[in-house]
């Protein structure tokens, strides 16, 4: 792992901050719409989604509920392990409820696939999810999100609470890390 500052580490810029600003805020519409006589828990998947979510909860101008989860996730390697482990649960119940799982980015999908199976077992009234990122080329369609932000290609990017190791996320944009930080020569 070669990790100089971010600046160097960022082989190119994939969405502004502003372009980020904008479709949050035009996610935050289509939610407020769909959940405006319900009031949905949106469950944050901790650490990657935790900008996205807060950005996403505050452009959304109805009353919702807010919960976390954490899940384990690629540790300090770039490829899916296919492995999820449930590492911090929701504080509350379900039962009923309409639930909107906020997170990061899906990449094989096995990650959602996962906690919509959990959740769903706990008989709420609807579960949907929302990603900021769809790696579209990375799962079979039966398997994606409801609700993404971007679809990209098939790249590691950091920021906007994306980490590599930890790092970088809180850039403010979402970027492309350069091969050479994670690469082993
Ligand atoms: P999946 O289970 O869909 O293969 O992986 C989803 C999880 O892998 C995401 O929540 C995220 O933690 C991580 N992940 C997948 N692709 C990337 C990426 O390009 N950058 C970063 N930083 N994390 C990723």
């Given at each position: 792992m070669?990790?100089?500052?971010?600046?160097?580490?960022i082989e190119?810029?994939?969405?502004?901050?502003?372009?980020?600003?904008?479709?949050?805020?035009?996610?935050?519409?289509q939610?407020?719409?769909m959940?405006?006589?319900s009031?949905?828990?949106?469950?944050c998947?901790?650490?990657?989604?935790?900008?996205f979510?807060?950005?996403?909860c505050r452009?959304m101008?109805?009353q919702?509920h807010?919960?976390?989860?954490?899940?384990?996730?690629y540790?300090?390697?770039t490829?899916s392990?296919?492995?999820?482990r449930?590492?911090?649960?929701?504080?509350?119940t379900?039962?009923?409820?309409?639930?909107?799982?906020?997170?990061?980015?899906?990449d094989s999908g096995?990650?959602l696939k996962?906690?919509?199976?959990?959740?769903?077992?706990r008989?709420?009234?609807?579960?949907?999810?929302?990603?900021?990122?769809?790696?579209?080329?990375?799962h079979?369609?039966?398997i994606?999100?409801?609700?993404?932000?971007?679809?990209?290609?098939?790249?590691?990017?950091?920021?906007?609470?994306?980490d590599y190791?930890?790092y970088?996320?809180?850039?403010p944009?979402?970027?492309?890390?350069?091969?050479?930080?994670?690469s082993?020569?």
């Amino acid at each position: 792992m070669r990790i100089t500052n971010e600046k160097n580490d960022i082989e190119y810029v994939l969405f502004s901050e502003e372009t980020i600003r904008a479709r949050v805020a035009e996610l935050g519409k289509q939610l407020t719409e769909m959940y405006k006589d319900s009031e949905p828990i949106m469950v944050c998947i901790l650490k990657g989604a935790s900008i996205f979510y807060t950005d996403l909860c505050r452009q959304m101008k109805t009353q919702i509920h807010m919960d976390f989860m954490v899940v384990s996730s690629y540790g300090n390697e770039t490829q899916s392990s296919g492995a999820v482990r449930l590492i911090k649960d929701l504080d509350n119940t379900i039962i009923d409820r309409d639930v909107v799982i906020v997170e990061d980015i899906i990449d094989s999908g096995l990650t959602l696939k996962y906690l919509k199976e959990i959740l769903l077992s706990r008989k709420p009234r609807s579960v949907r999810t929302v990603c900021l990122l769809d790696k579209y080329e990375c799962h079979p369609s039966e398997i994606g999100c409801d609700i993404s932000g971007f679809s990209i290609n098939n790249a590691f990017v950091v920021g906007y609470g994306l980490d590599y190791a930890d790092y970088y996320r809180n850039l403010p944009y979402i970027g492309v890390l350069k091969k050479e930080v994670y690469s082993e020569e």
